[in-house]
């Protein structure tokens, strides 16, 4: 019978030092665009947890949603055009 305790140091092996690489922070640059865009329409929704929407809440939460999709849109679109297909 194999111990789980054997393979502690492999699970739990201690992480590169130095931080995320330079692809790493190209990606969370290149999608910081629609986490805005999500965190907008959390800034929208959460106030509507204990009251009813009005007019004006009901705006907002679309155009943040208009603006999530417009950008899930363009990073699809990038991720498509990049040679050798979706990354």
């Known amino acids: 019978m194999q111990t789980i305790v054997a393979l502690q140091a492999v699970v739990t092996a201690t992480p590169p030092f130095g931080g995320p690489s330079d692809a790493e922070l190209d990606a ?3 999608e910081m665009p629609l986490i805005l865009a999500e ?4 800034d929208a929704q959460i106030p509507l947890l204990d009251r009813p929407a009005t007019a004006l809440d009901e705006r907002r939460i679309r155009r943040a949603r208009h603006r999530v999709l417009a950008a899930r849109r363009v990073l699809t679109n990038r991720a498509t055009a990049l040679p050798g297909g979706a990354a």
């Open 28 to 30: 969370i640059e290149a």
């Open 39 to 42: 965190v907008e329409l959390l």
